[in-house]
């Protein structure tokens, strides 16, 4: 516990330092106050997500789960398992998916019938006076209602841990939406290959952080370019 009450002084230096930079540089389809450190994806090893009608391909997304990182416009994932960082401002979070799976559900009088979506994950409040920290779940569920008129959709799809409430897709996407409205909500994201929140290093320089950005192509990339913990 004390390593990580020492690593969260250092973290929150690291953070205010990164918010004071300016180097110049800017991210295509950002605002021209975006931080400079917000970085574009890895070109090493990197596979192009495939879209459906628009929207990356869910089942190669959950292939490559457990040894992809997940990145696009919208979105990111660490591998299953691993830690993502979020932050916003001097605030900073590390969510790590352990489990996600679907399930079938019939259709009936009021009910619309078909996927349901779950996962679950830890979450570590890592800016918190005292770290906060547990255990939560996700989902999402086929609507209630009539079809050919209206089905008002179920479940709980938002990722909690201290500020931060955003969205979460199938199967480990943590997303840069806060709510409907597809806008820069000001969060940032960046996976690791890290499991334990004890690895967790800010100022490591092969960390890359991604922002909202509609011209982003979804890839995956994998955990052999993402972050790596020194312990052995």
Known sequence: MKRIALWVMLAAASLTGLSCADTGGTVPGASSDQRSD???????GVIMVKTVDGEPSMDQIVQHASTH??????????????????????????????????EEEAPGVLAVGGPSYFAEYDWYHLTAQRIE???????????????????????????KCGSFEPLWSYPNIVRFLEGNDRHDYGIELAPTNWRDVADVDVANPSLRWYRYDEKRRPILVP??????????
Do not use: N, Y
């Open 69 to 102: 990182a997940f990145v696009s416009w919208d979105g990111v994932s660490a591998p299953l398992g691993r830690i993502a960082l979020m932050r916003r401002g001097s605030d900073l979070c590390s969510i790590r998916f352990t489990g996600f799976h679907r």
């Open 38 to 44: 917000v970085q574009k994806p890895t070109t090493t």
């Open 133 to 159: 920290s547990g255990h939560r779940k996700v989902d999402r569920k086929p609507g209630w209602g009539f079809s050919f008129l209206m089905a008002f959709t179920r479940g709980s799809p938002f990722i």
């Open 223 to 232: 955990w052999e370019d993402l972050p790596q913990h020194k312990r052995q």
